[in-house]
C-alpha cells in the first residue's frame, strides 16, 4: 500500500498569506497526485487533480507541484474561505488518502 | 447540476448489517465507475470500493473485502454498499463520489454529503 504523509498535520497562517502544504509519497505515483478541500461538516471538493491541473471551478490562487514522490499544494493569498482540511490523494496504485492538513486561521 | 445523495446510515450493533443507497442525479449514470469512502470521526478519509458503469468491474479495499458488497442499478440511477458482519471500526460518515470522468478510473468529483454509520452495542 502506498502511503501518503502530509505536512504539517496543522498550518497556522493569516489571510493574505501563502500558504504551502506538502504531500509525500512512501512510493512513487508519478503524476498520480491529488488534492482535496474539505469544510467541517462537507463533503471533500476536488481542487488538484494529476498533481497540477486545476478542477473545474477552483480559483487560480490554488497550484498544485511535483512529481515521483514530492508534492505541494500552494495557496498563493489566502481567502476567508481557504480555512479548512486539506487531504492528498494518490491512485497510481489503488487509492490512499494522506492524514489531512487543517489549515486554521492565525 | 449534478448531484449525489446517500441514505441508509445508522446504529448497528457488532456483527450487523446495513444497506447504504446512493441516488444520482444531473448526469448519464451509466457512464461513470462509481465509488464509495468513508471517514472515521476526526479521522482522514478511506476508499472502501468502486464500481464501474456496466458492474464489470468492481474492487475493495482489504478493510472491507468480503463483509462489503458495492453493486448499482444504472434503471434506477442508484449506487449501494451492502455492509455485512460490521465492526466498531467500520464507524464513519461513508460518502459516494463520482469519478471525475467518464468510461476511465479517475479522481473523485463530485462527492455526496454522506451518512453516517455507527456500529456499537
Known amino acids: 500500500e502506498i502511503v501518503l504523509t502530509q505536512s504539517p498535520a496543522t498550518l497556522s497562517l493569516s489571510p493574505g498569506e501563502r500558504a504551502t502544504l506538502s504531500c509525500r509519497a512512501s512510493?512513487?505515483?508519478?503524476?498520480?497526485l491529488g488534492w482535496y478541500q474539505q469544510k467541517p461538516g462537507q463533503a471533500p471538493r476536488l481542487l488538484i487533480y494529476?498533481?497540477?491541473n486545476r478542477a473545474t471551478g477552483i480559483p487560480a490562487r490554488f497550484s498544485g507541484s511535483g512529481s515521483g514522490t514530492d508534492f505541494t499544494l500552494t495557496i498563493s493569498s489566502l481567502e476567508p474561505e481557504d480555512f479548512a482540511v486539506y487531504h492528498c490523494?494518490?491512485?497510481?496504485?489503488?487509492?490512499?488518502f494522506g492524514q489531512g492538513t487543517k489549515l486554521e486561521i492565525k | 447540476e449534478v448531484q449525489l445523495v446517500e441514505s441508509g446510515g445508522g446504529l448497528v450493533k457488532p456483527g450487523g448489517s446495513l444497506r447504504l443507497s446512493c441516488v444520482a442525479s444531473?448526469?448519464?449514470?451509466?457512464?461513470?465507475?462509481m465509488n464509495w469512502v468513508r471517514q472515521a470521526p476526526g479521522k482522514g478519509l478511506e476508499w472502501v470500493s468502486s464500481?464501474?458503469?456496466?458492474?464489470?468491474?468492481?474492487y475493495y479495499a482489504d478493510s472491507v473485502k468480503g463483509r462489503f458488497t458495492i453493486s448499482r442499478d444504472n434503471a434506477k440511477n442508484s449506487l449501494y454498499l451492502q455492509m455485512n458482519t460490521l465492526r466498531a471500526e467500520d464507524t464513519a460518515v461513508y460518502f459516494c463520489?463520482?469519478?471525475?470522468?467518464?468510461?476511465?478510473?479517475?479522481?473523485?468529483?463530485?462527492w455526496g454529503q454522506g451518512t453516517l454509520v455507527t456500529v456499537s452495542s
Open positions: 494529476d498533481a497540477s
Open positions: 463520489a463520482r469519478d471525475r470522468v467518464r468510461a476511465a478510473a479517475d479522481w473523485f468529483d463530485p
Open positions: 444531473g448526469f448519464t449514470f451509466i457512464h461513470y465507475t
Open positions: 464500481i464501474s458503469g456496466s458492474s464489470a468491474y468492481i
Open positions: 512510493q512513487s505515483v508519478n503524476s498520480y
Open positions: 490523494q494518490q491512485r497510481s496504485n489503488s487509492y490512499t
